[in-house]
């Protein structure tokens, strides 16, 4: 097998199949946390929220009407199930025919 021309690296043989070799690491990367960026500034904060609720009523109120409803459509939902598992297979009886008296257009 010809040996492949190395550029930009040191030359490797190839590694048995299954299984990768690692080079030696060279320096530290920074953390995306300290890496420099040239996306934008930090400047100063922005204005304060518009609504806090610190003690989380609205959200436990929520939390709760949500839960509910959801309760109140798996009922719904169970109810429509059990009815079409409970009703008779027969057709319903027919109407009896028109009386003597009563005239139809």
Excluded: C
Excluded at 51 to 66: E, S, Y
């Amino acid at each position: 097998m010809p040996e492949e021309p190395s550029i930009g690296r040191a030359p490797v043989g190839r590694p048995p199949r299954g299984r990768a070799r690692v080079g030696r690491a060279v320096g530290k990367a920074a953390t995306p946390e300290n890496a420099r960026t040239e996306m934008f500034e930090v400047g100063e904060a922005g204005p304060p929220p518009v609504f806090v609720d610190p003690t989380g009523g609205r959200r436990k109120w929520l939390r709760r009407t949500a839960y509910a409803v959801g309760v109140l459509l798996i009922l719904a939902l169970i109810a429509i199930w059990v009815s079409q598992l409970v009703g008779s297979a027969d057709p319903p009886p027919h109407a009896p025919a028109p009386s003597a008296g009563v005239r139809s257009r």
